[in-house]
């Protein structure tokens, strides 16, 4: 009998020991999201923003962890091969629908489970203030006069703002010489220091600059203008139809269990909500766009498909 009590204990410690992340207290310790790119860009500010809002949701500290490299493919390979816990997360931006099309990646949007969707942003060409063109159809024209003289740099080859530059080129049938950095920040510091004629980014990356005077929106693939720059046209206002812009938010490795899901998804939205980060989005002039956990996930399957093809015929 005695026997069989030890037996039935035995079995419970081992059902203890196996109970799921989901049933345990979450979080018990800090949270970290990996960003796949440099410190100062998009993705990187934006994200910091919604750590520092969303901490006091969770009740545990929300780190950021920078992982450059490869346009985007070192930080989500880490975040693909993390531990599927919820405590080890990955911002998922449009180049998660890009790079495995582009190059041989160990990951695809498949590997991760989305969590929930944050911004959706137009991207955009910035100039140095003293650059001679004032219009779009200027600048365009000079890349007519002079294919692949005029550098545009962009926070990784492969990532959502090179592809939308290159979208951009083969539909205004000009060719740009395109420079690859290791993030949004590094590329905007190319252009202040005349490095190179433009660069490809999307909010709030060189927004600061442009209030400043630094720096000018010289292309704007938006589908309407920016409130903190009414003066700027967009593409389409100048007769060009182009508009194209990225997704930003976070996703947990394949495998993480949907409860935790739940969790970090409404501490997120709470975050999001959060009257100190909108404030902040609004000074970055950000779009928030929250998505939830389903519908993110729908976007991004959509999205693989459509960047799929795109790749296709720009490789023609």
């Not at 910091?48 to 070192?74: F, M």
């Not at 206002?237 to 996703?251: D, I, K, S, T, V």
Request: aromatic share 10%; glycine share 10%.
């Amino acid at each position: 009998m005695l026997k069989k009590v030890f037996c039935v204990l035995a079995v419970f410690v081992m059902f203890l020991a196996a109970v799921p992340a989901e049933a345990a207290d979450f979080p018990e310790k800090e949270i970290q999201i990996i960003i796949p790119w440099a410190p100062g860009g998009a993705t990187d500010l934006i994200f910091r923003a919604l750590a520092a809002s969303t901490e006091k949701y969770l009740g545990k500290a929300v780190v950021i962890v920078n992982r450059a490299g490869g346009g985007g493919a070192v930080g989500y390979t880490e975040g693909m091969k993390a531990r599927p816990d919820g405590y080890t997360l990955t911002t998922a931006v449009t180049p998660l629908a890009i790079l495995p099309h582009q190059v041989k990646t160990a990951f695809t949007y498949k590997d991760f489970e989305p969590i929930i969707n944050v911004v959706r942003d137009p991207a955009m060409f910035l100039v140095r203030a003293e650059a001679p063109w004032k219009t779009t159809k200027e600048f365009l024209e000079q890349a007519k006069k002079n294919p692949g003289m005029i550098s545009v740099g962009n926070s990784g080859s492969g990532g959502g703002v090179h592809l939308i530059a290159m979208a951009f080129e083969k539909a205004m049938g000009v060719k740009f010489n395109h420079i690859p950095f290791s993030g949004g920040g590094p590329s905007v510091t190319a252009l202040l220091g005349g490095h190179i004629n433009a660069v490809s980014v999307s909010p709030p990356e060189g927004i600061s600059q442009v209030q400043a005077g630094k720096l000018r929106i010289i292309a704007l693939f938006s589908e309407k203008r920016f409130d903190m720059f009414p003066d700027v046209p967009t593409c389409k206002e100048q007769g060009l139809n182009f508009a194209m812009g990225q997704w930003r938010g976070l996703a947990a490795p394949k495998g993480t269990p949907p409860a935790v899901i739940q969790k970090l998804h409404d501490a997120f939205k709470k975050g999001m909500e959060d009257a100190g980060f909108r404030k902040n989005a609004k000074d970055m002039a950000v779009n928030l766009e929250y998505l939830s956990s389903s519908d993110f996930a729908k976007v991004i399957a959509e999205d693989d498909e459509f960047y799929g093809k795109l790749v296709k015929e720009i490789k023609k």
